[in-house]
């Protein structure tokens, strides 16, 4: 709410109707008001018909066009991708208080590391891909975030010597943990390095994700295109919900035998459909970008 309302009071107050920024320049067209005669609310409603007249108008255009099957194959794909960053805010909290313990500074080992790693390795990773094309850093960036899910399903036992060295000291130092009458449990490790390859793979592909619509977009049409490339998003937060609680009853019950590692693998598997398939669709839905290869 805080932040909402002086967005609209600086939308209301601050943004000029009639102007267009075009390749160019800015365009500015004299607004001039649709029904002068009607009343506040006549007029509202009107002008809510003609919205509605033109929000169908513009989205039917758009199954016309041959790009924006191409635009819904992409997102189709990068779905799954989606997925992981959805179980680390659904599956992953009670994962982490079943395996650790309550108390376990589960909020830290994601929320934290993922957005210090991302707001520091993003625009390093933007400066050194400029070249790559968005569809490229898409799938490099996917690969390396979908790969990085199945440290999870490595039996913790693997990263007991990591628990036990420095890095060890160092995720107790952070988290505040007491090493010394209980020893680090080998899964910390294992989050930590988990979360930090995620977020670089994020830091490659999420910036760029927003490249993709403007570039296939036909001209005038860029709008309607970055505005639907938030469906991700939506289908993954819609279907990740009841999938999260049968894959936490099946592997990871508060009460009986674990399989939790097995959690993991599904969520990799799903996530490793976003960079497989656009490899594979490749030549059908990828499009060019100007000075990029």
């Not at 992981?84 to 376990?104: C, M, S």
């Not at 690969?143 to 036992?157: D, E, H, Q, R, Y």
């Not at 020893?183 to 994700?209: H, K, W």
Request: glycine letters at 8%; a positive charge.
């Amino acid at each position: 709410m805080l932040c909402t309302l002086p967005n609209l009071i600086l939308t209301w107050f601050a943004m000029r109707e009639g102007v267009e920024a075009t390749d160019e320049g800015v365009k500015i067209t004299p607004a001039v008001a649709k029904y002068p005669g009607e009343s506040f609310m006549n007029a509202f409603l009107l002008s809510s018909r003609d919205a509605a007249k033109d929000w169908w108008r513009i989205f039917s255009s758009l199954w016309a066009q041959p790009a924006f099957y191409r635009f819904l194959a992409f997102f189709g794909f990068v779905v799954f991708v989606k997925f992981i960053l959805y179980h680390f805010y659904y599956t992953f909290p009670k994962f982490g208080i079943r395996e650790l313990g309550d108390g376990a500074p589960i909020g830290q080992l994601f929320g934290t590391l993922n957005a210090v790693v991302v707001i520091i390795l993003a625009p390093i990773v933007g400066a050194l891909t400029q070249k790559f094309t968005a569809y490229k850093s898409v799938i490099i960036g996917t690969t390396i975030a979908a790969v990085s899910v199945f440290l999870l399903a490595l039996n913790p036992a693997m990263f007991q010597p990591l628990a036990d060295g420095p890095f060890g000291s160092l995720i107790a130092w952070w988290l505040n943990l007491d090493i010394v009458s209980k020893p680090l449990n080998p899964l910390y490790p294992a989050i930590v390095l988990t979360v930090f390859i995620y977020s670089i793979g994020e830091a490659f592909y999420s910036p760029r994700l927003y490249e993709y619509p403007a570039a296939i977009a036909p001209k005038g049409q860029e709008g309607s295109y970055m505005a639907l490339s938030m469906l991700p998003y939506f289908f993954a937060k819609f279907l990740v919900g009841p999938l999260s609680g049968f894959l936490l009853a099946a592997y990871c019950p508060a009460v009986g035998p674990r399989n939790s590692q097995m959690i993991w693998v599904w969520v990799g598997g799903m996530a490793l459909l976003t960079p497989v398939g656009l490899l594979l669709a490749r030549r059908y839905i990828q499009v060019r970008e100007a000075g990029r290869d």
